[in-house]
């Protein structure tokens, strides 16, 4: 004969909760309790009627029983960053230097950010790490420009204006005309 099920102080609770749950958890939760005591349903039963296994069903149900049938509302809720090097005030203060050389007419080099990335984790992070930091703070990497900063512009427009181009023609040989001048 299968045991008589647990939870009876707490039905009242389960069945208002019915009615007022918020999320699918505590729904099921509820469903979890009232169920085998209302209706003599068995926990494979009652698994299969709320969608979950037999082993999440009385998980569910004895964390309801437990609770006193009384919502966890200090459980944070899922949702955030799970596994953060640094909380988000520690990346501004890590950030700080770097911005303000930056601020300053200096280049951002991601190469010493990681660098020192790593030294403060004490450990080696990935260069994407690096640039996922920088992107969260709204830097972001610029293209390069379309010449070299320490290019000779003038020797190049001089280097232009000189340069002949043959204007002698190739035959279907690829060999030039002989031309006479």
């Known amino acids: ?5 647990s939870g009876k102080e707490v039905l009242e609770q389960a069945k208002d909760l019915l009615i007022n749950a918020r999320t699918i958890e505590e729904l099921r939760q509820a469903q979890a309790v009232v169920l085998p005591l ?22 569910l149900r004895m964390r309801l029983i437990r609770s006193g049938g009384i919502r966890d509302t200090t459980r944070p809720s ?5 596994r953060e090097n640094l909380s ?10 770097f911005i303000e050389k930056a601020s300053a007419g200096g280049i951002l080099i991601v190469s010493e950010i990681k660098q020192a990335l790593d030294a403060r984790l004490k450990r080696k992070t990935s260069l994407a790490a ?3 930091l920088l992107h969260r ?5 610029l293209a390069p420009d379309k010449r070299h900063p320490k290019a ?6 001089e280097w232009k204006k000189n340069f ?10 690829g060999k030039q005309k002989d031309r006479c001048v």
């Open 38 to 59: 209302e209706f003599g349903l068995s926990m494979k039963q009652t698994a299969a009627a709320i969608g979950t296994s037999v082993g999440w069903a009385c998980q």
């Open 152 to 157: 000779d512009v003038l020797a190049q427009d």
């Open 88 to 97: 988000r005030e520690e990346e501004v203060a890590f950030l700080a230097p």
């Open 130 to 132: 690096t640039y996922n």
């Open 78 to 82: 899922r949702g955030g960053r799970r």
């Open 164 to 173: 002949e181009i043959p204007s002698q023609k190739l035959t279907k040989s």
């Open 137 to 141: 703070h709204g830097w972001r990497k």
């Open 1 to 5: 004969m299968a045991r008589v099920a």
